[in-house]
Structures are given as structure tokens and as C-alpha cells.
């Protein structure tokens, strides 16, 4: 059987991807030429690499079509309800640092907790006519968060694809769900960080996708071992 990993092929997280698998000690090279999505392992016949952006690699960890990948792990939590029972986190990988944070205008004076916007959720439509709203590109995220874990059941989240924390200060959005590693973006649109709204601490994780076949395979085993061994 040959173990398939996908890495990233471009995007923030492509070099560092790649130096992690050389440091374990396998040497990736590209099949044909350099635009090739097909990769492989110098000497190794037995493992494929995939090359596909960081969100489709954690589509395909969860359909199974590659065995490991390099991406980061809110991409697999967004990807994937009940994430730990489908794929392993096999290691962290100590690049691609960004929170999953909620994050609302500065100058909701009393809004600092989730206890808090809970408060402002269940008065909205009394005070506004309308639910409160949350753009976000991460859905599963949001709602496991909002409802799952602090029980705000009133809400809707608008789909965001880009400058999300554009959306309170254009109008399209009350609040936010986003991603952030400096900070900076969220002082430049006047958002705060809720104290208890971090969701996710993500990085770059090797993950696998759990499968029958991979019990007492020895390519799945030394791969985890090399790479935790490469940190
Ligand atoms: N400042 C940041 N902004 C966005 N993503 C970041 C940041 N820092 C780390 N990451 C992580 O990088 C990953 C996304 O990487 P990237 O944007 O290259 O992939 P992608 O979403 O597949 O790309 P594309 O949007 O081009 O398809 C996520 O796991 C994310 O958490
Ligand atoms: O906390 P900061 O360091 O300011 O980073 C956070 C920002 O960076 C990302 O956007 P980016 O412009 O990289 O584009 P992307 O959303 O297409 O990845 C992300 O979506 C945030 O907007």
C-alpha cells in the first residue's frame, strides 16, 4: 500500500511544510515538472505527496483521499464534526501560530465576555428587530462555540470569504469569527478579543485520517516517528 501525504503547495505554510518533511528525513521532489501537483519521496517508493492548498488538504483527510496531511487545525476542525474520532493529531508542528477568536467593536463598552454578548444576543431583536450577527468563515467552529459550549442559541452567521473584520464597520456584520496571529488587523478595524473568546489555538499540525488499513503499517508508524523526531 502506498501512504499518500499531502503538503501544502502554496500559501503561508508551503515552505515550512516541505523543510519539516526534509528534516525527518524524507527529501521531496516534484514528478515532471515544477507546476506538478504530484510529488514523491527520494528512494521511497512507497510514499506519494499530494501538493494542494491547506484547505483542501484538510478536505481530504476527511474523505479519506490522502492518508496524512500538513495543515493547520482549524481547517481540520472546520472541516470535520467529531474531528478526533476521524483523524489523529500526530503532531504540532510549531509553525502557522493563529487563533480562532471572537471578536467584537471596541466600543461595546460592557461587551467582555461571552457572558456578556450572550446578555447583548438575547435582547438584540427586542432592541434591533433583527438577530444579532457573526461573520465567520468558520461555521462549525462558531456554532459549536456559541451554542455548544456558552448555549447562545440567538444568533446568524453571515458567510464571510475575505476582510471579514471589514463586515461590523461596513454594516454586513455585528460581531466576528476570524483568525488572528499579530493582532494588528483587529486594532486597525477597532475589534476586541471577548477575555474568554479564543475558540482555537491552531498551528500546523501532521494529521492523519484514521483508517483500518493504517493499524501495524510500518510507513505510517515510522512517518509519525520521524516527524516527531524532526521537532
Ligand atoms: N495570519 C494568518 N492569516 C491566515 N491564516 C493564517 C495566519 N497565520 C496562520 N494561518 C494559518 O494558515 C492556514 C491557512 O493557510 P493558507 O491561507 O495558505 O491556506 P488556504 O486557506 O488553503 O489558502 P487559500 O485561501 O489560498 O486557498 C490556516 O490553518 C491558518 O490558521
Ligand atoms: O492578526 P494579524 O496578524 O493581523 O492576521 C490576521 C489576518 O490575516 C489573515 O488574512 P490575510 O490578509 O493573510 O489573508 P487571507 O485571509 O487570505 O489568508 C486573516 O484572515 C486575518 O485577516
Given at each position: 500500500m502506498t501512504i499518500t501525504i499531502g503538503l501544502p503547495s502554496k500559501?503561508?505554510?508551503k515552505e515550512d511544510s516541505s523543510a519539516i518533511l526534509a528534516r525527518a528525513g524524507f527529501s521531496v521532489v516534484a514528478v515532471g515538472n515544477d507546476r506538478s501537483y504530484r510529488g514523491r519521496v527520494?528512494?521511497?517508493?512507497d510514499i506519494e505527496i499530494a501538493f494542494l492548498s491547506a484547505s483542501e488538504i484538510s478536505r481530504e483527510i476527511a474523505n479519506g483521499t490522502v492518508d496524512f496531511g500538513v495543515t493547520g487545525e482549524d481547517l481540520v476542525r472546520e472541516e470535520l464534526a467529531e474531528a478526533d474520532a476521524r483523524v489523529e493529531f500526530c503532531a504540532r508542528?510549531?509553525?502557522g501560530h493563529a487563533d480562532v477568536v471572537v471578536a467584537v467593536p471596541e466600543i461595546w463598552l460592557d461587551v467582555d465576555t461571552m457572558a456578556d454578548l450572550g446578555d447583548v444576543a438575547a435582547d438584540f431583536r427586542a432592541r434591533h428587530g433583527r438577530r444579532l450577527t457573526i461573520a465567520t468563515k468558520y461555521w462549525r467552529l462558531t456554532q459549536q462555540f456559541f451554542s455548544g459550549n456558552h448555549g447562545i442559541q440567538l444568533y446568524r452567521i453571515v458567510e464571510s470569504l475575505g476582510a471579514t473584520e471589514g463586515a461590523p464597520a461596513s454594516g454586513s456584520a455585528d460581531i466576528i469569527v476570524d483568525i488572528t496571529s499579530t493582532g494588528s488587523t483587529l486594532v486597525a478595524n477597532h475589534l476586541k478579543i471577548l477575555s474568554d473568546g479564543v475558540i482555537l489555538k491552531s498551528e500546523a499540525?501532521?494529521?492523519?485520517?484514521?483508517?483500518?488499513?493504517?493499524?501495524?503499517?510500518?510507513?505510517?508508524?515510522?512517518?509519525?516517528d520521524a516527524v516527531r523526531g524532526a521537532l
Open positions: 500559501g503561508r505554510m527520494e528512494g521511497r517508493d508542528l510549531g509553525f499540525c501532521l494529521v492523519r485520517a484514521r483508517k483500518p488499513e493504517h493499524e501495524g503499517n510500518p510507513v505510517v508508524a515510522e512517518i509519525i
